[in-house]
């Protein structure tokens, strides 16, 4: 009993396809596009669930234009788990993607930090092999 890990997190934003292509290029996947129905989010027609998995399909995002408990694009910020931290940082930036500073080091791992097109906040953190 008790919670294993983190499913989905809502990522509000105010362009669906710009954030699309933004966390496409991080890696990410659409795993469900599709116009929601009255059933689903009364009652607002012609909204979009665009949600989006991570390369491993550890936890999913959903890309969402409606009001998530009253957080707004640009609010959002929590952190990416990745192996390579300074190889994706130079692809990212090869793909016009700009990082908040260059590469740092922590006791916690070597990181970069992006703003997606909205303003939200990512740790692109890649974690030492001895956690110890």
Known sequence: MGITK???LSVPVTDQEAAK??????????VNDHEMTPEEMPPEPGLRWLQLAT???SCDIVLVTWDVGGIKPGMQQFSLAA???EGLHATLAEQGVDSNGGLME?????????NDPDGNHLLVV???????
């Open 106 to 114: 922590a006791p916690w791992g070597h990181f970069f930090s992006v």
């Open 6 to 8: 983190i499913t989905l």
């Open 83 to 85: 192996e390579d931290v």
């Open 126 to 132: 890649q974690e030492p092999d001895d956690k110890g």
């Open 21 to 30: 292509s933004f966390y496409e290029k991080l890696g990410f996947h659409v």
């Open 55 to 57: 390369p491993d399909g």
